[in-house]
């Protein structure tokens, strides 16, 4: 089997999930430099107006030149509370939201510096929630070039601008907006999570 390499994504879109089903690993990129307009800071949920993006801001300099691991979180704005409102409105009708809740609000209680550390344990709280039989782990140097026989390299592949051409390869799910706007694909993890619970994993497999 292959591992999967990707960038260090925030609450990342269903499809990454969905392509590391059929992985034995994933490899975060860890010795990239920042780049913007990526899912590094953001990722896109469902609200009664159609797609919502949630962003971390991030301390102001030349992140796009930085090493990944030092692109430190801004908490000058109460961004951490807009988002849990957020995700309350978006999601608390959907079926699984009062058993989930609690472990988001959790990983949002937490301050990381970093931009990367925290990505890291939501990557972790994910594949622990869905049950996905993978191993995370980190880069050990930047590889421009990699060997396709091992590694799917994923990164930059998904951004915000373009994340929705996948919607042929995905299948529906009930989704808590759907009658309003009709279903949204390859939302945030965050969507099939509050949707489907732990059927999650079915739906990626």
């Excluded at 915000?160 to 939302?187: G, I």
Aim: glycine share 2%; net charge negative.
């Amino acid at each position: 089997m292959h591992s999967y390499l990707t960038e260090n994504q925030f609450f990342a879109p269903v499809s990454t999930f969905m392509a590391i089903t059929k992985c034995e690993s994933v490899l975060i990129e860890a010795h990239e430099n920042y780049q913007k307009r990526g899912f590094r800071n953001r990722c896109i949920t469902d609200s009664a107006q159609g797609p919502l993006i949630l962003s971390i801001p991030l301390v102001k300099g030349k992140n796009e030149r930085m090493p990944i691991k030092e692109v430190a979180i801004s908490y000058h704005t109460d961004w951490k509370r807009l988002h849990l409102q957020s995700i309350r409105s978006s999601y608390g009708n959907a079926p699984y939201f009062e058993h989930i809740y609690p472990a988001i609000a959790d990983l949002y209680q937490q301050s990381d510096k970093y931009l990367f550390d925290f990505n890291l344990k939501i990557w972790l709280w994910a594949i622990e929630f869905i049950e996905l039989d993978v191993r995370i782990t980190e880069t050990n140097c930047y590889e421009k070039e990699i060997d396709n026989s091992k590694i799917i390299d994923a990164r930059n592949q998904l951004k915000p601008n373009n994340y929705t051409l996948l919607q042929t390869e995905l299948s529906s799910y009930a989704q808590v907006f759907e009658e309003k706007h009709s279903f949204l694909p390859n939302l945030s993890i965050l969507d099939l999570i509050f949707c489907t619970g732990k059927a999650s994993l079915s739906y990626l497999s």
